[in-house]
């Protein structure tokens, strides 16, 4: 089995490749445990399995053996790119690819067997010789010395960099020293103490988001981790499998600030999996970033924000996603605050809490669009679920902003969905197929200074009070028809406000403009026929559409 998933099939009667490979795995054996100090090994992972067969063959269990030394050679003999890796080489990549291969063709429970057969052969040797991993170059250049490293840990394992898993000390100085590097660090299951740190690029990876935990000392306004890049667009750090505490109440800062130094540069790709914050000021400010992907993460008890978005070098590069997971902010909180960067897809994902849920708070330097969000839940905001607006001075605009099978509940005197902006920079905006509830008097879906957006299919019922659809008098091209959305009887204090207008307040319609569109006109005759021209004024309410000759018709 190769390191890339390539399947060579040897018969299980042929010997003498095996035989070999175990004389030498004898001589290497041989060779590191002579003399009265361990040796530093450097045979492959062939070469380690084999002495541990040797092993077994020397206490006598040859039957053991002989069953340890057949799956030794099907899944790592002399065909695999595995077996011929140096153990002081390893890395955690290669035994993942390794056992990801092993998948092709074979159950479950026949993979178990195979990596549990190698693992206990590779920790016999590896507690019976003593591996050093010596130090390398880019150690070297980060300030380690052999008398500041375990030897025994394979290379970017935190503990091998003196870093205390047991919370006991503070590991701040081994950390900023080994993230130096600008690789991602493993940090195994435990607990980890610091305050706060800094590093060009790489990661975090842990063990688990319960497992492996960190807790910062540092309340200041200062940043947690930082990642402050390079000079070009190739830094694509990971945060994954931990959680991040304070001891305290934090005054300021972003647990994870994404800006390179130079004034330029970007970051690109940046990953979030399975990472839980709890009790930040503020947990992630994407700035000078691009193209992120956040994943099944959990972003708890925000105090000001949970995710910031302000790409001052390009407010229009690349597409982003957060799927999965839990924003959720403390009162006056701010779940998502979008200020520039190109689009943000939302899936899946469960806001509760603070003042906004999502909030588009435009102010880039050039045109941009592409906010999406489906399939969510946000409950329990004081201003709004969802808000759209524009900065003072800005003039740019924002399009395609699309809100789609999510569940809402605001809070009394809160909105759903909230649009105004005096400027009318947003354009080609969709709300469909919502459920939107609510406490009472909260409000449903309040619209302004939108140019071309469509409204319907939506489900709304709250508590009572509140009105379900406000149309402001500032739109243009928006189709809202109110039989489209079923509101609950008796469930708000007023259906509609601004939804009804006028035949004169009638938008253009010919073939180029708002062919299609249906509105509702609260002036029309009393028994129109299907297709009738509107024209002449009545006193009753009608559905139209513009059919694109030039003429709004009854339906």
């Given at each position: 089995?190769?390191?890339?998933?390539?399947?060579?099939?040897?018969?299980?009667?042929e010997h003498e490749e095996f035989s070999v490979a175990k004389e030498k795995g004898e001589r290497w054996l041989s060779q590191v445990t002579k003399g009265a100090h361990r040796a530093p090994s450097r045979g492959t992972v062939r070469d380690a399995l084999s002495s541990y067969i040797r092993h077994l063959r020397s206490i006598c269990r040859r039957s053991t053996a002989w069953d340890a030394g057949q799956r030794f050679r099907l899944?790592?003999?002399?065909?695999?790119?595995?077996?011929?890796?140096?153990?002081?080489?390893?890395?955690?990549?290669?035994?993942?690819?390794?056992?990801?291969?092993?998948?092709?063709?074979?159950?479950?429970?026949?993979?178990?067997?195979?990596?549990?057969?190698?693992?206990?052969?590779?920790?016999?040797?590896?507690?019976?010789?003593?591996?050093?991993?010596?130090?390398?170059?880019?150690?070297?250049?980060?300030?380690?010395?052999?008398?500041?490293?375990?030897?025994?840990?394979?290379?970017?394992?935190?503990?091998?960099?003196?870093?205390?898993?047991?919370?006991?000390?503070?590991?701040?100085?081994?950390?900023?020293?080994?993230?130096?590097?600008?690789?991602?660090?493993?940090?195994?299951?435990?607990?980890?103490?610091?305050?706060?740190?800094?590093?060009?690029?790489?990661?975090?990876?842990?063990?688990?988001?319960?497992?492996?935990?960190?807790?910062?000392?540092?309340?200041?306004?200062?940043?947690?981790?930082?990642?402050?890049?390079?000079?070009?667009?190739?830094?694509?750090?990971?945060?994954?499998?931990?959680?991040?505490?304070?001891?305290?109440?934090?005054?300021?800062?972003?647990?994870?600030?994404?800006?390179?130094?130079?004034?330029?540069?970007?970051?690109?790709?940046?990953?979030?999996?399975?990472?839980?914050?709890?009790?930040?000021?503020?947990?992630?400010?994407?700035?000078?970033?691009?193209?992120?992907?956040?994943?099944?993460?959990?972003?708890?008890?925000?105090?000001?924000?949970?995710?910031?978005?302000?790409?001052?070098?390009?407010?229009?590069?690349?597409?982003?996603?957060?799927?999965?997971?839990?924003?959720?902010?403390?009162?006056?909180?701010?779940?998502?605050?979008?200020?520039?960067?190109?689009?943000?897809?939302?899936?899946?994902?469960?806001?509760?809490?603070?003042?906004?849920?999502?909030?588009?708070?435009?102010?880039?330097?050039?045109?941009?669009?592409?906010?999406?969000?489906?399939?969510?839940?946000?409950?329990?905001?004081?201003?709004?679920?969802?808000?759209?607006?524009?900065?003072a001075g800005n003039t740019t605009t924002f399009g395609n902003l699309v809100v789609t099978g999510t569940e809402f509940e605001p809070l009394t005197g809160s909105y759903a969905f909230y649009t105004d902006d005096t400027s009318g920079f947003l354009h080609q905006v969709v709300f469909s197929n919502n459920v939107v509830g609510g406490d009472s008097s909260s409000y449903g879906i309040y619209v302004d200074y939108v140019t071309n957006?469509?409204?319907?299919?939506?489900?709304?019922?709250?508590?009572?009070?509140?009105?379900?659809?406000?149309?402001?008098?500032?739109?243009?091209?928006?189709?809202?028809?109110?039989?489209?959305?079923?509101?609950?009887?008796?469930?708000?204090?007023?259906?509609?406000?601004?939804?009804?207008?006028?035949?004169?307040?009638?938008?253009?319609?010919?073939?180029?403009?708002?062919?299609?569109?249906?509105?509702?006109?609260?002036?029309?005759?009393?028994?129109?026929?299907?297709?009738?021209?509107?024209?002449?004024?009545?006193?009753?309410?009608?559905?139209?559409?513009?059919?694109?000759?030039?003429?709004?018709?009854?339906?």
């Amino acid at each position: 089995m190769a390191i890339d998933g390539t399947q060579h099939y040897q018969s299980l009667g042929e010997h003498e490749e095996f035989s070999v490979a175990k004389e030498k795995g004898e001589r290497w054996l041989s060779q590191v445990t002579k003399g009265a100090h361990r040796a530093p090994s450097r045979g492959t992972v062939r070469d380690a399995l084999s002495s541990y067969i040797r092993h077994l063959r020397s206490i006598c269990r040859r039957s053991t053996a002989w069953d340890a030394g057949q799956r030794f050679r099907l899944t790592a003999g002399h065909t695999s790119a595995f077996g011929r890796v140096k153990l002081q080489d390893a890395r955690r990549e290669d035994f993942e690819a390794w056992r990801n291969g092993l998948r092709k063709g074979r159950q479950p429970r026949s993979v178990n067997r195979q990596v549990r057969a190698v693992v206990v052969g590779l920790n016999f040797v590896l507690a019976s010789t003593g591996y050093c991993y010596s130090i390398t170059a880019a150690e070297t250049t980060a300030g380690f010395t052999t008398a500041t490293l375990n030897t025994d840990y394979v290379y970017y394992d935190a503990r091998r960099y003196l870093i205390d898993m047991t919370g006991a000390t503070d590991s701040t100085t081994a950390m900023n020293m080994a993230h130096s590097m600008g690789v991602p660090i493993h940090y195994p299951a435990g607990s980890v103490k610091f305050t706060h740190i800094t590093m060009a690029c790489g990661g975090i990876l842990g063990d688990g988001m319960w497992t492996t935990s960190f807790s910062s000392t540092d309340l200041s306004t200062a940043n947690t981790i930082t990642v402050n890049g390079n000079s070009t667009n190739n830094c694509s750090p990971t945060f994954s499998n931990f959680n991040l505490t304070y001891t305290g109440t934090k005054t300021g800062g972003y647990a994870f600030m994404m800006q390179p130094t130079s004034g330029t540069a970007q970051i690109e790709g940046t990953r979030f999996l399975s990472v839980l914050t709890q009790n930040s000021y503020s947990s992630v400010y994407f700035a000078q970033s691009f193209g992120f992907g956040i994943v099944a993460s959990e972003f708890s008890g925000c105090i000001n924000t949970c995710i910031y978005v302000a790409n001052t070098v390009n407010g229009d590069n690349g597409d982003s996603s957060i799927v999965g997971g839990v924003i959720s902010g403390q009162s006056g909180a701010t779940g998502i605050h979008y200020v520039s960067s190109g689009g943000l897809k939302i899936t899946g994902v469960k806001f509760l809490g603070g003042a906004y849920g999502i909030l588009l708070d435009w102010n880039s330097t050039t045109n941009s669009s592409d906010l999406i969000i489906s399939g969510s839940s946000i409950e329990g905001q004081s201003t709004a679920g969802i808000a759209a607006q524009r900065q003072a001075g800005n003039t740019t605009t924002f399009g395609n902003l699309v809100v789609t099978g999510t569940e809402f509940e605001p809070l009394t005197g809160s909105y759903a969905f909230y649009t105004d902006d005096t400027s009318g920079f947003l354009h080609q905006v969709v709300f469909s197929n919502n459920v939107v509830g609510g406490d009472s008097s909260s409000y449903g879906i309040y619209v302004d200074y939108v140019t071309n957006g469509s409204f319907f299919g939506n489900a709304m019922a709250a508590g009572g009070g509140g009105v379900a659809i406000t149309l402001g008098t500032h739109n243009t091209g928006v189709n809202l028809d109110i039989a489209d959305n079923q509101v609950q009887a008796n469930s708000y204090g007023t259906i509609s406000s601004g939804v009804f207008i006028p035949i004169a307040s009638l938008p253009v319609c010919n073939s180029g403009n708002n062919v299609g569109m249906r509105q509702v006109i609260n002036n029309g005759i009393a028994s129109p026929t299907y297709l009738q021209t509107v024209s002449t004024t009545g006193s009753s309410t009608r559905k139209v559409f513009c059919d694109g000759s030039g003429s709004w018709l009854y339906e």
